[in-house]
């Protein structure tokens, strides 16, 4: 998708994207079970962190500093895990006064995993010299 190697819709994906997190972290949805510590729950954490992850690294390559060189990438990665972590924790202390909700260390260890994870899978689809094939209009 061209769109996200544009600077502002990127950041814009990213925004949004931490905006629904911290909206879905502000519902009263309940309890938690103790079977669910580190089952569905934490899996939800890690998938919507690192998407998060996904669309901040993306966002950081598309400014001139962090794209090109080997070293900017890794800054990239690094800087996205950042954001992802202060992020998490951010939300697990929001959650504090967020009635019948919880705040877990554990769930922000699965956000910077998912983070980091996310972040590299990002970096490794967007590698120098890897190829990824355009949609090609073929006209008979």
Not at 16 to 36: C, E, M, Y
Not at 49 to 68: D, E, K, Q, V, Y
Request: aromatic share 12%; proline share 7%; charged share 20%.
């Amino acid at each position: 998708m061209s769109v996200l190697r544009r600077p502002v819709p990127a950041w814009g994906f990213v925004l949004l994207w931490a905006g629904g997190i911290w909206f879905g972290s502000s519902l009263s949805i309940g309890t938690q079970s103790p079977l669910t510590r580190f089952g569905p729950d934490k899996v939800g954490h890690f998938v919507e962190f690192g998407i998060l992850a996904f669309l901040a690294a993306n966002a950081l390559l598309t400014l001139p500093r962090f794209s090109g060189a080997e070293r900017g990438r890794r800054n990239a990665w690094l800087l996205a895990i950042f954001m992802v972590a202060f992020w998490g924790i951010l939300d697990e202390i929001h959650q504090l006064w967020v009635p019948a909700r919880t705040s877990d260390p554990f769930d922000a260890m699965a956000d910077i995993l998912g983070g980091m994870v996310g972040a590299w899978v990002l970096l490794y689809l967007r590698r120098p010299g890897r190829r990824i094939p355009e949609a090609v209009d073929r006209k008979p």
